[in-house]
């Protein structure tokens, strides 16, 4: 079982509506989550980080992690064609940060 | 601020000769990484420093790779002799201590094709 995984994707979704980005990881010790975006032939970058249960907004994103499922989500609302990248859920154990494979997303004008 | 920096940005090398990459992380960040992205996967850690020491060095294929901070700062990874098969993105990225919120940024990267 890899520790993280993702929905494999590619997701595509209209201008305008709502990205559903899904993770799930088998440490249950896992500490902090991060969702980072990385455009084709570019570097990954900090979409945000949620540590706690529950919901975190920030801007049109929201985190969500769910640590009794190891699950964490990330939600792209009112999607934009810049939006279009492959999202990296990443997750933090010992200090150690392992990621997934990434979820592909093209959002269409 | 400055980002983490990468040079050089691309390198092509035939099988078997040597080569570098180095990296500047952001200004006071203490923790520096080294990891290989390939094609369609996420990043891969190869090696972890704090300050000049490496704390986490257990990914990293000590036959042909090796890596240096040697004054705390700036890092360089050496591959020699290079393979086929290390063509890939070797991505740095540094980060300042702060437990659960402890963040990494990365750099540009550096995508080797070995021929």
């Known amino acids: 079982q890899k520790e993280v995984e993702q929905n494999s994707g590619p997701l595509s979704v209209p201008e305008g509506a709502i990205a559903s980005l899904n993770c799930t990881y088998s440490?249950?010790?896992?500490?902090?989550f991060f969702w980072y975006r990385q455009y084709s032939g570019k570097s990954p970058e900090l979409i945000m980080f949620?540590?706690?249960?529950g919901d975190k907004e920030d801007g049109r994103f929201t985190a969500q992690l769910n640590k009794a499922s190891q699950y964490v989500s990330l939600l792209i609302r009112d999607s934009q064609p810049s939006d279009s990248a492959t999202y990296l859920c990443?997750?933090?154990?010992?200090?150690?940060?392992?990621f997934g494979a990434g979820t592909t997303v093209t959002v269409r004008a | 601020e400055a980002g983490v920096v990468q040079s050089p940005r691309y390198k092509i090398i035939e099988k078997k000769q040597p080569v570098a990459f180095w990296c500047n992380p952001i200004?006071?960040?203490?923790?520096l990484y080294w990891y290989l992205q390939n094609l369609g996967q996420g990043p891969e850690l190869l090696i972890r420093?704090?300050?000049?020491?490496?704390?986490?060095d257990s990914q990293l294929p000590k036959d042909r790779f090796s890596a240096e901070r040697l004054k705390g700062v700036d890092s360089t990874l050496k591959i020699q002799p290079a393979e086929l098969g290390d063509s890939a993105v070797y991505l740095c990225?540094?980060?300042?201590?702060?437990?659960?919120?402890?963040?990494?940024?990365f750099g540009p990267g550096t995508r080797l094709l070995v021929l």
């Open positions: 420093y704090e300050n000049e020491e490496a704390v986490d």
């Open positions: 200004s006071g960040h203490n923790t």
């Open positions: 949620i540590y706690s249960n």
């Open positions: 990225a540094s980060s300042l201590d702060r437990g659960v919120e402890e963040t990494q940024y």
């Open positions: 440490d249950r010790g896992s500490q902090s």
């Open positions: 990443a997750v933090l154990n010992d200090y150690k940060l392992s």
